[in-house]
Structures are given as C-alpha cells and as structure tokens.
C-alpha cells in the first residue's frame, strides 16, 4: 500500500486524526503503518498539528485494555494527550446527529467530523471508507 499523497495538505495544517492510522503507527502494522507514516513524519517534525477526539482516544485504549496492557494504554494516551484533544460537548453532539442523519454515517464517523469541523481542521486521516460522502473537509485515506 502506497503512502498518503500529502502533497494539498500545507506547513500549519491542522489533521484531525481517526483511529486507524494511529493504531497501525504506534502498533508498527506490517502493511498499513507505512502509509500513514509519512503524516505522523510532517507531525512529529512540526510542520502540521494534529487534533484527536475523544471517542478516538477510547477507540484507541481499547485494544491494549482488553489485553490487560496498563503501561501500554497510559504511554498510548500520552501521546493523543499531546495533540489538541477535542471534547465532545453538546454542540459537536448536534453536528453529528445533523450529519448522520444528512450522510449516513455511523455515529463515531459523525462525530469525528463534526469534531474536525468544530476545530477548522483542514482535514481527516482516516482508513475509513465510509467518509466518502463527506464534502465539508478533505479526507485523506
């Protein structure tokens, strides 16, 4: 699998970041952490900022949690607690419901992107292929 094109996505830009790319990165996947580790690259070396919702962060705690991996989950959480974490309050809450109910989409996709658009993030990382409705943002997958 072939890298992410980042070559739209300017120095500055502000990438909401979905479970999947996370967990193939910090988990090394033998396939799919080479394609979404040219982002993290640009995010590590400063030259865009990453943004995380919270329901990722429970997405991403889960794995090690239900192998019983403490040390593992805590050093995972410090690393989305870096990035700016947005909270999902009442008013991101609407937005999902507004663009499930518009789009389709299940309720976590929802939420990411109504997240993304609440911060004016200029874009989502994702592996998901349900965001191909989404037209507010881009979605690089």
Do not use: C, N
């Not at 939420?111 to 943002?137: E, M, N």
């Amino acid at each position: 699998m072939e890298p992410l094109d980042l070559s739209a996505l300017p120095a500055g830009a502000l990438v909401l970041v979905d479970a999947a790319p996370i967990i193939y990165v910090l988990e090394a996947h033998p396939k799919l952490a080479a394609r979404f580790q040219p982002i993290f690259a640009r995010q590590a070396a400063g030259d865009i900022l990453f943004a995380v919702a919270t329901i990722t962060i429970a997405d991403v705690l889960a794995g090690p949690l239900a192998a019983g991996e403490e040390a593992l989950a805590k050093r995972y959480r410090r690393v989305m607690e870096s990035w700016q974490v947005v909270q999902l309050s009442a008013d991101i809450a609407e937005s999902a419901a507004r663009l499930r109910a518009s789009l389709k989409l299940k309720l976590a996709d929802a939420v990411q992107v109504a997240s993304a658009i609440a911060v004016g993030a200029d874009a989502i990382v994702t592996h998901d292929r349900d965001y191909s409705r989404v037209k507010a943002l881009p979605i690089l997958s």
